[in-house]
């Protein structure tokens, strides 16, 4: 009875350490970051001295408490029966892919296969990309956002490299644990797993000593309360009229601060073909007395189908670019048709760019403007107030794979200016409803990438990898 009881005091102590790691580290603020690196070493290594069912179980659950700390926002956004399904499929997944490690690790007489895991993660990784209406929304990466040197490594392979080494470090711990009685495989695996991780963070740690903010220019960013917004398919024309002068009047008090563009936040107003007119002439005349570009998100109820798009509007009052959203949430805005070509405009001479918020979840969508050389992306957004620092980095995280700087105004949300290097250089929050001005300088230069001149090179080599695992392990391995 001992050697039973120790073994589910043991298996029950490496759910309960591996949950709340993953619980805390995958929340939605960023905090506990490093703890996500602890959480599966103790899952791996129980997996490969357990029987193949005994490693699924307590792979499931212990990743099953990490993913309910983001239960209460999935519901709150997605409702109950979506919001269940993601938090079970995911654990699901995390499963499959220990068991998928745990065959190729024990099946094979070599030390590379401390590889199987992050392999295996980050082309589980790279298929949701491409199939996942939310985009990368369910990447681990994004949890080590408020790590800049590690996050560095997404300019050359992009979010995909972040989770690699998130994963690989505790593949490297757990699988020298395995062949700690092995010196010859102990030796070249602690080797090469140091080289690489040491190899990531130099990198990082030299790219961030640049300064990537000699050549500036200041920007102001506004969202006024969120009770002064309307949300409705049937606008009041009055009500929206009188909203727009609400804007033009902060445009003027900021523009006084010397900012020469001005973001205002997604669906800022809306605008139907009776209000057009009238909208227009006063952010025209707000951009033109004030000597500013203006770059303003709306509900645009002027076309058949409707649309949430952006509108650019130059020092001259002049309408320049207009752009549709392409990514549009599903559930919240089935009613919009969704754009098809991305926002370019000249700055200053400078190439710069207009996206809408959750286009800025699809790497390979926001990767057409870095391979535009744009130098800064223009972001009207609307978070959902919980979710605030998460959206907003998942938006940085595209300035540091593209290699451009970005001006993001969200509604209950973070308004941020960020460059290259994902450094959150200015930022305040709307997330309570509250009225927020911003004011800073950005950086014109354009950093152009690895990842931006050959892009998800990286997800295709360890889709490439997982496949050849899976043929080097197709023995049968005795659970």
Known sequence: MKPFFSTVILNTATIIFSGLCWYLSHGLTGDYWYLLWLAPIPVLILSFQSKAGTAFFISFIAYLIGR?????????????????????????????VVI???RTVIGTTHWWPAFAFPVFWTS??????????????GSIAYSQLNMLPLIQVASVTGVLGISFIVTFIPSAVATCWYYRKQKNKLKYLAITSVAIVAAVFIFGAIRISGDANKNTVKVGLIVLEENLHNITDHPDAQKEILLSKHYAEAITTLAAKGPQLIVLPERAINITKETDSAVMNILSAAAKQN?????????????????????VINADGLLGTSYNKVHLVTGLENQFTPGNEIGLFKFNGIQAGVAVCKDLDFPDYIKKYGDNNVSFLYIPAWDFVTDDWL?????????????????RAARQGRL???????????????????????????SLENSKTFYSRFGNWFGI?????AGFFIFLTKKKIKA
């Open 124 to 137: 589980f990784e790279l298929l949701l990309f491409k199939f996942s209406a939310d985009g990368t929304a």
């Open 68 to 96: 309910l700390s983001w239960f209460s926002y999935l519901e709150s956004v997605a409702t109950i029966v979506p919001a269940t399904i993601f938090t079970l499929m995911l654990p699901l997944v995390f499963a499959l």
């Open 461 to 465: 080599l360890n889709l490439i990898a």
């Open 416 to 442: 941020t200016i960020s460059d290259y290097y994902g450094r959150i250089n200015f930022e305040a929050s709307s997330a309570a409803g509250n009225a927020v001005t911003l004011t800073g300088e950005v």
């Open 391 to 407: 959206h907003a980095r998942m938006a940085v995280l595209r300035g540091v794979e593209n290699g451009f700087s970005e001006i």
């Open 100 to 102: 998928l490690a745990r």
């Open 291 to 311: 000597h500013i570009v203006l770059v303003a998100g709306y509900t645009n109820f002027k076309e058949e189908p409707a649309r949430n798009s952006a509108m």
